[in-house]
T-cell receptor
Framework: DAGVIQSPRHEVTEMGQEVTLRCKPI?????LFWYRQTMMRGLELLIY????????DSGMPEDRFSAKMPNASFSTLKIQPSEPRDSAVYFC?????????????FGQGTRLTVV | AQSVTQLGSHVSVSEGALVLLRCNYS??????LFWYVQYPNQGLQLLLK??????LVKGINGFEAEFKKSETSFHLTKPSAHMSDAAEYFC???????????FGSGTRLLVRP
């Protein structure tokens, strides 16, 4: 398997624009997590899915953020409208819950810069 | 809710010296604990994990961690630091009921020549 694949790797956008980050989890994994990493706040869990269903979105900072998982092999994180304080590295991770508390596998991340 | 605390945001050691990165957990039930490493501009990679099979867990790159229930700790060690170990290290706990993976604040390891 190619691992967790995120796109794009880098995104630069202007304030007010819509941004969509994409993630393809490892095949067969039933949990998908979106994290945000900043110097100030470290690694924050934004939302996670189990079997394509959002389980906990309490980490989503504002209504400007939304996430979807239309099928087992694809998820998106959307920010609309984007603001400079959204600049961060966004990671997607997946894990196989069917084997218990296994490790999560991370993508390479998307570095978002909002100017 | 379960959580982990990493003491020391930065740790600096000389090449060849012992590496000790601290992690304490809060959990009322046996936890599932992990150590991850992040190299610059990369995602997180698993170093090792504790799943109650053994209290001393060996991982990749010569790292190991010992689970101590009496101290609620899961510290990461390596007998001899290498320059290539310079990275950020994260301790994490998997919540028993929700399967959420909760991370500590991270410790940046610097290795001096």
């Amino acid at each position: 398997d190619a691992g967790v694949i995120q796109s794009p790797r880098h995104e630069v956008t202007e304030m007010g624009q819509e941004v969509t980050l994409r993630c393809k989890p490892i095949s067969g994994h039933d949990y998908l997590f979106w994290y945000r990493q900043t110097m100030m706040r470290g690694l924050e869990l934004l939302i996670y899915f189990n079997n394509n269903v959002p389980i906990d979105d309490s980490g989503m900072p504002e209504d400007r953020f939304s996430a979807k998982m239309p099928n087992a092999s694809f998820s998106t994180l959307k920010i609309q409208p984007s603001e400079p304080r959204d600049s961060a590295v966004y990671f997607c991770a997946s894990r196989d819950g069917g084997r218990g508390h296994t490790e999560a596998f991370f993508g390479q991340g998307t570095r978002l810069t909002v100017v | 809710a379960q959580s982990v605390t990493q003491l020391g945001s930065h740790v600096s050691v000389s090449e060849g010296a012992l590496v000790l990165l601290r992690c304490n957990y809060s959990s009322s039930v046996p936890p599932y604990l992990f150590w991850y490493v992040q190299y610059p501009n990369q995602g997180l990679q698993l170093l090792l994990k504790y799943t109650s099979a053994a209290t001393l867990v060996k991982g990749i790159n010569g790292f190991e961690a010992e689970f101590k229930k009496s101290e609620t700790s899961f510290h990461l060690t390596k007998p001899s630091a290498h320059m290539s170990d310079a990275a950020e290290y994260f301790c994490a706990v998997s919540e028993d009921s929700s399967y959420k993976l909760i991370f500590g604040s991270g410790t940046r390891l610097l290795v001096r020549p």
